[in-house]
């Protein structure tokens, strides 16, 4: 089906230090996001990946759509505590029908601390 | 209109009582989504309206739900009979064509 599996499911690291995850699916995605979400809010779009193989950088994160459309990896580097938070992947998912209505699915998230 | 504003925040309620949430999405945006968060795991799509029709639902959304968007504008989730598993972060997200902007979503406890 059209799930997503994102490891690591959890990271501790030092400020400073680069960070890395991925996020895979057995189906292909024409789209892949990265979101952060904050405890007690909602998830704010980081990244938006469009292409196989396209990079795209926000800052000190970078993203890459894989050339195979089943996985992404988003990159952060020189960590900081405002850095800490949950990431998500997540890609458009379509009814039996094939119409999305830009519904989406997400992983399970990765859980981010830094510590100072 | 900064976003997606959602009441209420927190809500308790004792098991078997009806809730209702509220989500205000962005002013030009014709496309509304509700999604349920329990914890670990990321959102899951529970409903979508464009404009004033509801266009999809989720097999997620038993018969105990019930989402409307009137004129268009503001949506409502309902939720009758109140299980313990209904206890969730209910998050909105509003879309002119692409891209979300998420609420912070109403975070529901039932006890």
């Known amino acids: 089906g059209q799930q997503l599996n994102q490891s690591p499911q959890s990271m501790f690291i030092q400020e400073g230090e680069d960070v890395s995850m991925n996020c895979t699916s057995s189906?292909?995605?024409?789209?892949w996001l990265w979101y952060k979400q904050d405890p007690g809010e909602g998830p704010v779009l980081l990244i938006a990946?469009?292409?196989?193989?396209e990079l795209t950088s926000n800052g000190r994160l970078t993203a890459q759509f894989g050339i195979t459309r089943k996985d992404s990896f988003l990159n952060i580097s020189a960590s900081i505590p405002s850095d800490v938070g949950i990431y998500f992947c997540?890609?458009?998912?379509?009814?039996?029908?094939?119409?999305?209505?830009?519904?989406?699915?997400f992983g399970q998230g990765t859980i981010l601390t830094v510590h100072p | 209109d900064t976003g997606v504003s959602q009441n209420p925040r927190h809500k308790i309620t004792k098991r078997g009582q009806n809730v209702t949430f509220r989500c205000d999405p962005i002013?030009?945006?014709?496309?509304l989504y509700w999604y349920r968060q329990t914890l670990g795991q990321g959102p899951e799509f529970l409903t979508y309206?464009?404009?004033?029709?509801?266009?999809?639902k989720s097999r997620l959304l038993s018969d105990r739900f019930s989402a409307e968007r009137p004129k268009g504008s503001f949506s409502t989730l309902e939720i009758q009979r109140t299980e313990q598993g209904d206890s969730a972060m209910y998050l909105c997200?509003?879309?002119?064509?692409?891209?979300?902007?998420f609420g912070s979503g109403t975070r529901l406890t039932v006890v």
């Open positions: 997200a509003s879309s002119p064509a692409s891209g979300y902007t």
């Open positions: 189906s292909i995605f024409n789209t």
């Open positions: 990946l469009y292409k196989a193989g």
């Open positions: 997540a890609g458009p998912i379509s009814n039996a029908g094939g119409t999305s209505y830009g519904k989406l699915t």
């Open positions: 002013s030009e945006h014709n496309r």
């Open positions: 309206f464009q404009n004033e029709a509801q266009l999809e």
